[in-house]
């Protein structure tokens, strides 16, 4: 098998474990969801064509679709590239911020009791 065949084949097989096996890192650690969880099951809902369900658990999975696009698009602008992540960013943040104020415990943005510092802190 070529090099070229192991690296793609690498990148099918972190694909399928991160559609499928997921889990935040961010949310694992401290309980509280990061500005891009719910993205993996807002996929999910758009792949089913039901739109609604998918905007209710991440509004922003498909300019996060348009932007890689465009990046991929002008991979060879580093200044328009930089300008769309610089974009990017900011609309994750505050994106994240809205959705902290307005359902954080609530679904989708649900604390998670599984977490290590809720069990550390269940444990002192």
Known sequence: MTSQKIKKLGIVV?????????????????????PGCNMTTSLYYLLH????????YHALLIPTMLIFLA???FRKNEKIIKILLIIWC???????IYRMIMYFPNSPMVYDKNS?????????
């Open 71 to 73: 990046c991929v698009y």
């Open 14 to 34: 972190l694909l399928f474990l991160l559609l499928f096996f997921y889990k935040c890192p961010f949310q694992t650690i401290t309980g509280i969801p990061c």
């Open 90 to 96: 900011i609309l994750m943040i505050a994106y994240y």
């Open 49 to 56: 064509t039901d739109i609604k369900r998918s905007f209710y």
């Open 116 to 124: 290590l510092i809720y069990f550390i802190f269940r444990h002192v």
